[in-house]
């Protein structure tokens, strides 16, 4: 077992990646992070991240 293979999946492109950070228990690849991070809350686009990272909220509320 040298196969040292750990692709994670991005929660918000849906897209199996190997860098990024956990937020909770999503998982957010470099690249949407950098999304975020300059992304202007008035774009559509981050209202769409924000639902998202909601749903992680509330999901560990219930843990
Ligand atoms: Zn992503």
């Keep these: ?4 293979q ?3 999946h ?3 492109c849906d897209k199996p990646k190997d860098d990024g950070i ?3 228990q999503l ?3 470099s690249e949407c992070e950098k999304d975020i991070v300059t992304t202007e809350p008035d774009d559509a ?3 769409v991240y924000v639902k998202k990272l909601r749903a992680i909220n509330q999901s560990t509320f219930t843990i």
């Design 1 to 4: 077992m040298n196969n040292k």
């Design 6 to 8: 750990v692709t994670n």
């Design 10 to 12: 991005c929660g918000v």
């Design 22 to 24: 956990y937020l909770y």
């Design 27 to 29: 998982f957010i690849c």
């Design 45 to 47: 686009a981050y209202s």
